[in-house]
């Protein structure tokens, strides 16, 4: 007689958060998802986008912990999915402004 193996029909349970910053705050949102989800399952699970209609996944890039991902890859327990924002200023640029507002202001005290 063969034996069989207990297949897991409840694949295990893992928690991750779902980040997303407008200028006035960072919302986290967090989820329990299957652990062989992926990035864009877990985005979509958390709500995020129903709340943000100006979040395209298509568009906006999204990372783990500040570092770029793609939307296919895995996730781990404890996980947090950043989801970038398009920039709206260079910031080279903003900090070259911020650098000369301040030499100004010094002169003028």
Known sequence: MESEMLVNKNPRMIIVEVAYAIPASQLIYTVE????????QAILASGVLDDFSEIDLKVNKVGIFSKLTKLTNSLHHKDRI?????????????????????KTMKKGH
């Open 33 to 40: 998802i299957s652990e062989d989800a992926n990035v864009e």
């Open 82 to 102: 950043e989801i970038y924002r398009k920039l709206i200023a260079d910031p080279k640029a903003v900090r070259k402004q911020r650098a000369a507002e301040g």
